[in-house]
């Protein structure tokens, strides 16, 4: 019995060794940097850089995979940071924020049907294609609201969701969680976007909605800097060539150009 209980003892000091040894020799130092940047990412784990969590990004910036200004929460001000302890240039470029584009509330796009059910624009859309006239329009379930992280959504009285610019840190959460693609993160020095993403005929558009975008091609005409393109009959603001002299704004007879 002794006998047994000392072989047992031994081969378990033999294999433990053993695996110690093992992971001294295989074991691959990290890089002290990594948790030095991860102590000066925010810690919001919000997914908006594009990986899993802050310790994740900390690491891709460390090793080149990723730049230093990843981090959206953190804007220009944490790039730096970052920059300044890897020694990287930053690239400190006008901070962007979320915009919808529409506005055809309740009153100006009225609902073809009352919905009851889960607060979740994905589960309105399937049902028959959604509760609004407009097949593009915003069916106002709050999905987006939900998603951020930042409070920086609220659903307004009208039934269209409102951003706050001061709060929104472009992490991109709520685009991805918009089943229409409605949402889209612009330099938030540009005031002026076509809040209306209806690719339907002017004809069709105005059927459904008082403040949809008819194609019409009159903000294109009138844009001094060529800023506005018009395909699949909706009009689109480039916002790099935008300088917000606000003639598209004047021009469209619809009100589908908005100033924010």
């Known amino acids: ?38 102590e000066i ?11 899993p969590g802050c310790s994740a990004l900390a690491e891709a910036i460390v090793k080149g995979d990723a730049p230093a200004n990843a981090c959206p929460v953190g804007g220009a001000e944490l790039a730096e940071k970052i920059g300044k302890l890897l020694g990287l240039e930053v690239d400190t470029s006008v901070r962007k924020v979320a915009k919808i584009k529409c506005h055809g509330d309740k009153e100006k796009c009225p609902p073809k049907y009352e919905y009851y059910g889960p607060a979740d ?24 609201v939900k998603a951020c992280n930042f409070d920086a959504l609220k659903m307004g009285d009208n039934g269209i969701p409102v ?24 330099d938030v020095e540009k005031r002026f976007i076509v809040s209306c993403s209806s690719k339907d005929k002017g004809v069709e558009t105005k059927k459904v909605c008082s403040v949809g975008c008819i194609g019409c091609r009159l903000c294109a005409k009138n844009c001094p800097a060529d800023a506005i393109t018009v395909e699949n009959n ?8 935008c300088i917000n002299c606000g003639k598209c704004e004047e021009v469209c007879p619809t009100k589908a150009i908005i100033k924010l």
């Open 41 to 51: 990412l925010p810690g919001a784990n919000c997914g908006g850089c594009g990986y």
């Open 1 to 38: 019995m002794i006998e047994a209980v000392v072989v047992v003892g031994l081969s378990s000091f033999v294999a433990g060794f053993g695996l110690y040894a093992a992971s001294k020799k295989f074991s691959v130092e990290k890089d002290p940097r990594i948790e030095e940047v991860n």
């Open 163 to 186: 951003v706050d610019e001061k709060k929104c840190t472009a992490c991109g959460l709520c685009v991805k969680a918009c089943p229409r693609n409605l949402i889209e993160l612009i």
């Open 121 to 144: 624009c994905h589960a309105i859309v399937l049902l028959g294609g959604g509760n609004k006239g407009c097949i593009y329009g915003c069916v106002g379930g709050g999905s987006c």
């Open 234 to 241: 909706l009009a689109y603001i480039h916002a790099e060539k």
